[in-house]
Structures are given as C-alpha cells and as structure tokens.
C-alpha cells in the first residue's frame, strides 16, 4: 500500500511590525510573527531519475502545509502527523515514524525559520490564488483585495486574486490578514522549489531534513 513521504521541513518567518505597516488601514492584525510551513514530500509508488546520479528515486515535490503564527503552525502539524497512525506519512527511510517524531522536526523547522530573502535564494516560489467562493465569508475580503491585488476573471465570470508572498511584503500581509480559509493552504497556494541537494547549496544540510 503506497504512503507518503516526508523529506524535509522549512519554516519561512515574516516579522509581524513589517506586516502591519503593508496594511495601515487594518491596526491591531498582527501582534506576532507570521510563518509559512513548507514540507518536501511525495508518494512511495511514483519514481523518477536522479537528475546527477541518474538512479531511480522517489519523486517528491514542494507543499505548503500551514500558514499564521506558531500556534497556528504546530496545530496543524498535529493533524497532519495523525496520519503517522496508520503508516500512511512516514519519514524517508523510515518504516515507521511516530506522530511525536513527525512534530519533534515541525517544531525543530519552526525553532530555526529562514528569512524570506534566504527561500528566494534557494529558488522557492509560492503562488497564491483567492477567488470570490473561498473569501466569500470574509466581508472586508474583496475590497482589501481589489484595493491591493490585480484581479482576473474565469470563463465563468468569477474573480479571482493573485499573490505572491515570497515577492512582496504586502502580498504576504494580506495572505496572513485571512487566518479562517475554508480549505487547507496546498489548496490554493502553488509551491515550487528545488527537491535535491545540488539544485540548493544549504538547503538541504539543515538537521531537519532527509534526503535521497
């Protein structure tokens, strides 16, 4: 039976008083430091070709986890290493890997965040997009995004919003602004960025990951 696999975990920090003064007609929205959970990960029956080495590897991509402060961070980390229960998230080369174990490295991530300026260097890429049915039961949604945001439309009419968090600070703030979205963050957030160690000096040296 096929599982998943976790390779690494990154925690990109973004200071709150940056964050607040990209939005001075909404004080009081950010009393602490926002984060954004990243999580190198890929299923056990899908492989690809070392891009070096040349030998078959799993393959593995780039998710968003959790976005908002650390509590917010570490909460969902607990669901998500409730799927360690049943052997379905493992750590690589690990048979088993505890619910514990799995929210030891979120937290060891989450302890040692990287800058924005430090995931840009590294080539990450984060791609968010809004449309009207996930902010609909935000009332101030669509002014703050049609005030701050380009906006596009679908073949059905819809608006929908772009931004780029890793890009622009504003960008960020008003992702972080929107802490009750109905769906989880790899649901609307499009993540990229390098999955072996010769694509990102550094990245992967880092206690808290495992490569192949």
């Not at 690809?48 to 961070?73: L, S």
Request: aromatic share 12%.
């Amino acid at each position: 039976m096929s599982h998943t696999i976790s390779y690494k975990h990154l925690v990109v920090k973004f200071q709150h008083q940056l964050l607040q003064e990209q939005l001075p007609d909404y004080p009081h929205s950010f009393w602490r430091d926002q984060f954004i959970l990243l999580e190198l990960c890929g299923p056990s029956n899908c492989t690809t070709f070392h891009p070096v080495t040349g030998r078959e590897v799993y393959t593995r991509d780039w998710t968003t986890r959790a976005k908002g402060d650390a509590t917010e961070i570490i909460e969902e980390a607990c669901r998500s290493a409730s799927y360690c229960e049943g052997r379905n998230l493992r750590f690589y080369g690990e048979r088993d890997t505890t619910p514990e174990r799995y929210i030891r490295r979120v937290r060891s991530a989450l302890s040692a965040p990287v800058s924005v300026a430090e995931a840009n260097q590294w080539g990450i890429s984060l791609q968010v997009q809004l449309d009207q049915k996930l902010v609909k039961d935000a009332p101030y949604a669509t002014d703050l995004l049609n005030q701050h945001t380009s906006w596009d439309e679908n073949d059905a009419g819809e608006r929908y919003w772009r931004l780029y968090p890793l890009n622009s600070l504003k960008d960020a703030a008003i992702l972080f602004k929107f802490r009750f979205l109905p769906l989880s963050p790899w649901s609307f957030i499009a993540t990229s960025g390098p999955c072996f160690e010769h694509e990102a000096r550094g990245l992967f040296t880092t206690s808290n990951s495992r490569a192949a």
